[in-house]
């Protein structure tokens, strides 16, 4: 009986609110996705592609298949750029506006924000290229630039992101009123070319593994990155710990110890 009932609040949980990138294209689920995750993970968000990480996390932690490590759920919800195709890499060039289209299947109060991540060493690289400090509200509703916007792709990336699997656009929305969080990564290159997707996928494996034992982000490195208004708005709220199963160096928990961080010096 019990069981029963931690299954159905689970999947209350899971349903109550729901977010993805539609566009540009993000990086898909596949078969890398099962590997690293496990197969309940796999299915879970396989049925359930807005899903939260949190839920993904609880459902991984009694598998025997999930691997917390390889899965990587809070850098791009688990999704793995060894699944990546040669549609769902972008080229773009310093400056180019890149045009974003967010879906919100069911609105919960938080923050949110575009940055540029390091898939290396999962950090943020610069500042949010957009930021929400309200995002969509419970009260309010979903506005139209929460879910269509634009983003300027800065001129001063480092050369990292100009190889397939070196960065990503990361969509990172922070539901705190009901602890979810939501990502998505949009995979792409700057600079350099993404013409061959066999070539592409191996080289950016590659990539990936020369910078992943590059130092992390330091805190106040975070925190001048995020953006006053996301700050001050978490500042007033309470800020829930990160799921124990969750990855304490990413960027996503970075951001969130920043916000803490900045709450208790306030």
């Not at 060039?93 to 060493?121: C, E, R």
């Amino acid at each position: 009986m019990y069981k029963q009932i931690t299954a159905a609040a689970l999947f209350v949980a899971g349903v109550s609110a729901h977010g993805k990138v539609l566009s540009p294209t993000p990086r898909p689920l596949g078969d890398a996705m099962k590997a690293a995750c496990g197969e309940q993970v796999w299915n879970q968000m396989s049925s359930d592609s807005d899903g939260n990480i949190q839920t993904m996390a609880q459902v991984g932690s009694s598998q025997s298949d999930f691997d917390a490590t390889a899965c990587h759920l809070w850098q791009c919800r688990g999704y793995q750029f060894d699944d990546a195709t040669s549609s769902s890499i972008q080229s773009f060039t310093p400056g180019q506006s890149v045009d974003f289209s967010v879906q919100i299947a069911a609105p919960h109060t938080g923050v949110a924000n575009v940055s540029v991540i390091n898939l290396g060493d999962n950090t943020v690289i610069g500042d949010a290229l957009a930021s929400w400090s309200v995002y969509a509200s419970t009260a309010t509703g979903v506005t139209a630039n929460e879910t269509s916007f634009s983003v300027t792709i800065p001129s001063d990336l480092p050369s990292t992101c100009s190889t397939a699997g070196g960065c990503a656009l990361q969509w990172w929305w922070d539901a705190r009123s009901i602890d979810q969080t939501y990502m998505s990564c949009v995979d792409f290159t700057v600079g350099g070319s993404g013409s061959s997707s066999a070539a592409v996928v191996t080289s950016a494996s590659s990539a990936v593994a020369q910078t992943s034992t590059a130092a992390p982000t330091t805190l106040s490195t975070v925190v001048a990155s995020s953006t006053d208004a996301a700050v001050a708005a978490a500042a007033t709220s309470p800020v829930a710990s990160s799921n124990s199963s969750s990855d304490s160096g990413s960027s996503c928990s970075k951001r969130r110890a920043a916000r803490r961080a900045a709450a208790l010096r306030a």
